[in-house]
């Protein structure tokens, strides 16, 4: 991934905690001063340090930092997973089954073999940028690794493929980290090999790629050994498909031993204790995510998997003692890898990810078998009730169901989108599903790949160009929490929306974002990151043409900065084309640093090869964001990696931009992309253009004309290219600043009767029928309507105004009232007094103050200016009957006056009594205060001088009078003094746009 530096402060690498080792020489005693160090805090640093840094996410293979705090209990190691998603396939982590006890055991050897046969694969994740792709990772810790004479260091070696369903290239990467404790960190004269080490946390090379086509034989190798007294790992290879057979070692990773050791360093599995690292000594072989903590889907599996160690007895590799399904090392994960086994070797097929011992740890394997409506996703979970938090989802295919767990009891859910779930707990070995009733819900993820997919979720059309079908996703209920699912580096497993490979005509309207709360189990992982338990799942089209999202008011979600390296959005248009995009309002989350931030996050991104002509088009959607984030960033609204679109009419503000660079964000290399930022003319208002059976027109900020897009500014001056950020192309004809007339009609109230409008913080009073005021653009106008008592209506809310002189009605209601006397007692007489209360502000010369108000209860409060002395404040509850509420005021006031002479008339001055400053541009000053002795200040006025400056006043049961004297100072240094006062509006705005269909 290409470092996006417009956005990006980079992060320094310059510090002591970045040496895990001394420079020259590396001691014993760094073990123990890098255990002090806390493990998640050192893990959030080197995701950090990753993240800063320009190495693509696809070339690190990330430890699984959340399980460095996994601590060995009853005497072995526990799993760092226990569900999925999890690096599913076949582990050895030094546990057997004895006569029904977990017992551990530990094995070195110089030598490990993961074998796998595919058949074939299927899989999809477009949140890893490499949708098609997968990793198979053979991992382990050698643990006796010398470093200047030194033999007490651990570093993990990783040898990894990635495969391409798509393309059918299989390609090579090895990483090595340190293990030797919690800091994980790498010093540059570590070691050395045929790739790059990442001064401070890690190493990796790119190894070779081949085109190789299912089915297809592979073998992985580490292989310790020495080299020169130096400790070396070497990362072989073999395969072969029958057409194909390559083999070799495409990188050797050789330590700096000082030429002192003596034998190799061996790679440890033990269940007895964790590593130095917190981690865990297992050898693992694994189907993944292809890099950077990521995950990917498995929708379908057929192959074989085998883990062997080398015995140098009998010169051969064995097979592994024990194994478990999933690894525990890795970060990166799978779901939907269903792993059995037979003899020493493990099956893999679909099914649900459980978490579970393989050979001589179970003790036996069982089908379950079935079938399921189509459109329908199953979860298993252990145990005879359902178990959300543990279920894991079962992709089948077809009708038919068919899943090989150990021997156990087993739970089902079916979830079927527009149906109830249904429910089979201690479903045996055939489960029966009845089937349950329709309720029309959409509360699981929504995936069309074909025609039937289609013609299920329409409520009308066939899919042809005049007669497309028409989803309607408006979300009535939340989606179920079983698909909150989340791996250890919170990369969501599942989209809201996905439509694959389609070229039907598809109307979505009322484009909903999926709103989803988290399960309990993500509670403590999402709190340790700062992050909500509430979210919005997103839609992805690859692939499609004529797909048409309208009418969405609120497209949002975020994404954990976990993610960073990764480009995702909350619609994504990959390699797709003739698509509109219209009529919506995209919601950015990314205000905290926990959040992941522009530019790999965006409201929308369209991505395709810069020599290909999508012919997308985006038009009348809005992108309101309003603040920035805690970096400084803005928001990309609209990120276009793609050629051929036309994209106007939009609403971008001033911190929710548009960015196209120029380069592929996928593939790292140059790009130049043209897309077109506005009609080729100013058009009049009526103008149309019909886009996939949509005509589109009209302004967005309800001009008198069409061009391009509104840039969140009065001030845009043509050509416009986003200051920059669009790297080709410019918006000719950008939209300009226009204002409007919003107004407020009340009915119900006598005619002249006053009342109160409260709209974006400005006040307003009217006796009349209306109350119009100026709105910018599109309004979304926040406001509040108080009415006089008697006299009751809900019209608070926000305001749209679509057009000029738009009209909110709000209508009264007339209601009983009842008089309610304030009476208060020992305040100053024929003193003004305040009571604020239901909205309104009384005022009051007696000891009494009456309103009138309808039934309720009310908060209030009573002051008396100019000191604002508050002396009551309560509730009272209006129930049928007047009543009489009593005020004491907690403490006497007096009248003190303090009168000038000699200023000029209409001179600003002002006293300061105990510290605080009361003003006034008369020949006195006129407050209360209760009993006291006051410090009273004079300060001097612009070619006067107070005499005396300072005195003191006395209140004691009696009304105080003062007079101060100020008189001519010639010799002032007269000065012009300035007063800046900054106001700031920030008013959100939505827009609604007709559109009709031809």
């Known amino acids: 991934m290409k ?62 930092f959340n399980a460095v705090s996994e601590y060995s209990e009853d005497g072995h190691i526990t799993l760092t997973y226990d569900s999925a998603p999890a690096p599913m396939g076949v582990a050895d982590v030094g546990l057997f089954n004895s006569s029904g006890s977990i017992t551990p055991y530990s094995v070195n050897t110089t030598g490990i073999m993961g074998a796998v046969d595919l058949n074939s694969t299927q899989v999809f994740y477009l949140y890893d940028d490499q949708p098609y792709s997968f990793a198979v990772q053979l991992n382990a810790v050698a643990h006796d690794v010398d470093l200047f004479g030194n033999s007490s260091y651990s570093f993990w070696a990783q040898n990894v493929v990635i495969y391409s369903t798509r393309t059918h290239q299989l390609s090579f990467i090895d990483n090595v980290w340190n ?20 001064p401070g946390v890690f190493y990796y090379d790119i190894g070779p790629t081949f085109n190789i086509s299912f089915p297809f034989s592979l073998k992985l190798y580490l292989n310790s050994s020495l080299v020169g007294g130096n400790d070396a790992i070497y990362f072989n290879y073999s395969i072969e498909n029958g057409k194909i057979t390559k083999s070799g070692s495409y990188d050797a990773v050789t330590f700096n031993s000082s030429g002192k050791a003596s034998s190799p360093a061996r790679f440890l599995i033990s269940g007895y204790s964790p590593s130095p690292a917190g981690l865990l000594y297992d050898a693992e072989l694994a189907i993944t995510g292809p890099g950077g903590g990521s995950n990917v889907n498995v929708y379908g599996i057929n192959g074989t998997m085998g883990l062997y160690l080398y015995n140098s007895t009998s010169k051969a590799f064995n097979t592994v003692r024990s194994a478990y399904d999933a690894g525990v090392d890795t970060g990166e994960t799978s779901y939907g890898v269903d792993v059995g086994w037979y003899g020493n070797m493990a099956d893999l097929q679909s099914g649900p990810s459980l978490i579970y011992g393989l050979w001589n740890v179970s003790s036996g394997i069982e089908t379950i078998s079935g079938t399921a409506e189509p459109q329908s996703y199953i979860f298993v979970s252990n145990g005879k009730q359902f178990n959300n938090s543990t279920a894991s989802w079962a992709p089948y295919s077809g009708a038919h169901f068919r899943f090989k767990l150990p021997k156990g009891s087993y739970s089902l859910a079916v979830l079927r989108n527009l149906y109830a779930p249904e429910y089979i707990n201690d479903a045996g070995t055939s489960p029966s599903l009845n089937g349950t009733s329709k309720t029309g819900d959409i509360y699981a993820p929504v995936v069309i790949e074909n025609y039937s997919d289609a013609l299920y979720y329409s409520r009308s059309g066939n899919g042809s160009q005049i007669s497309p079908f028409v989803i309607s996703f408006g979300q009535t209920v939340s989606v179920d929490p079983l698909f909150g699912v989340l791996n250890d580096y919170l990369f969501p497993v599942f989209t809201g929306l996905a439509i694959i490979n389609t070229s039907y005509h598809i109307d979505v309207e009322n484009a909903s974002s999926f709103e989803i709360t988290y399960g309990s189990q993500y509670d403590s992982i999402l709190a340790s990151h700062g992050l909500g338990n509430t979210n919005w799942m997103g839609m992805i089209l690859y692939g499609t043409s004529n797909v048409s999202i309208t009418g969405g008011l609120n497209i949002t979600g975020w994404f954990p900065e976990t993610m960073k390296g990764f480009v995702v959005a909350n619609l994504m248009v990959w390699n797709s084309s003739n698509d509109l995009i219209a009529d919506n309002v995209f919601y950015s989350l990314h205000a905290s640093s926990s959040d992941l931030q522009p530019p790999y996050y965006s409201s929308v991104l369209i991505y395709g090869m810069n020599s ?64 077109n930022w506005n009609i080729s003319s100013v058009e009049p208002i009526n103008y149309t253009i019909n886009v996939n059976g949509y005509s589109l027109n009209g302004s967005i900020v309800g001009g008198g004309y069409e061009g391009g897009n509104y840039w969140g500014s009065p001030f845009i001056t043509p050509p416009w290219n986003e200051s920059g950020y669009i790297d080709s192309g410019y918006d000719y004809h950008p939209l300009v600043y226009f204002l409007y007339e919003l107004s407020f009609a009340i009915h119900g109230l006598p005619a002249g009767t006053s009342w109160e409008l409260v709209a974006d913080g400005v006040y307003y009073v009217g006796s009349g029928p209306y109350i119009n005021i100026t709105e910018f653009n599109f309004g979304n106008t926040t406001y509040a309507v108080f009415l006089p008592p008697g006299y009751i209506s809900n019209a608070s809310g926000y305001a749209y105004a679509y057009t000029d002189m738009s009209t909110v009605n709000v209508y009264a209601r007339h209601v009983m009232t009842y008089g309610i006397v304030f009476h208060a007692t020992n305040y100053v007489k024929n003193e003004t007094w305040y009571l604020d209360i239901a909205g309104s502000l009384y005022s009051s010369t007696s000891q009494d103050l009456t309103v009138s108000l309808p039934n309720g209860t009310y908060s209030y409060s009573v002051f008396a200016p100019p000191n604002n002395y508050t002396a009551v404040s309560g509730y009272v509850t209006v129930n049928g009957v007047s009543e009489i509420v009593n005020i004491t005021f907690p403490e006497q006031l007096y009248r003190v006056v303090i009168r000038e002479t000699g200023l000029p008339a209409g001179s600003s001055w002002y006293v300061v009594i105990d510290g605080k400053a009361y003003y006034s541009n008369g020949t006195e000053i006129s407050i209360l205060l209760p009993n006291g002795r006051y410090s009273v200040q004079f300060p001097s006025i612009p070619g006067y001088k107070a005499s005396p400056q300072q005195t003191a006043i006395l209140v004691s049961d009696q009304p105080v009078q003062y007079t101060e004297a100020y008189t001519s100072n010639a010799n002032y240094d007269y000065y012009l003094g300035a007063g800046i006062i900054i106001g700031a509006m920030i008013t959100a705005f939505v827009f609604y746009i007709d559109r009709r269909r031809r």
């Open 179 to 198: 293990f030797s404790s919690p800091a994980f960190n790498m010093t540059a004269n570590a070691l050395h090999g045929n790739g790059k080490l990442v």
């Open 3 to 64: 470092v996006l530096v417009i956005f990006l402060l980079i992060l320094s690498l310059i510090g002591s905690t970045l040496s895990a080792f001394p420079v020259q020489q590396m001691s014993g005693n760094t073990h123990q001063n890098e255990s002090q160090i806390s493990a998640s805090s050192q893990a959030a640093n080197i995701v950090s340090r990753i993240g800063s840094i320009n190495v693509s996410s696809r070339y690190e293979f990330l430890p699984n």
């Open 612 to 675: 290909t002509r999508a012919n997308n088009t985006v038009w009348g959607n809005y992108f309101p964001d309003q603040y920035v984030s805690e970096n400084g960033n803005a928001t990309v609204g609209l990120f276009v990696d793609s050629s051929g679109n036309l994209i106007y009419n939009n609403a971008f503000t001033q911190y929710d931009i548009a960015f196209s660079p120029d380069f592929n964000i996928y593939t790292d290399s140059n790009a130049t992309y043209h897309d």
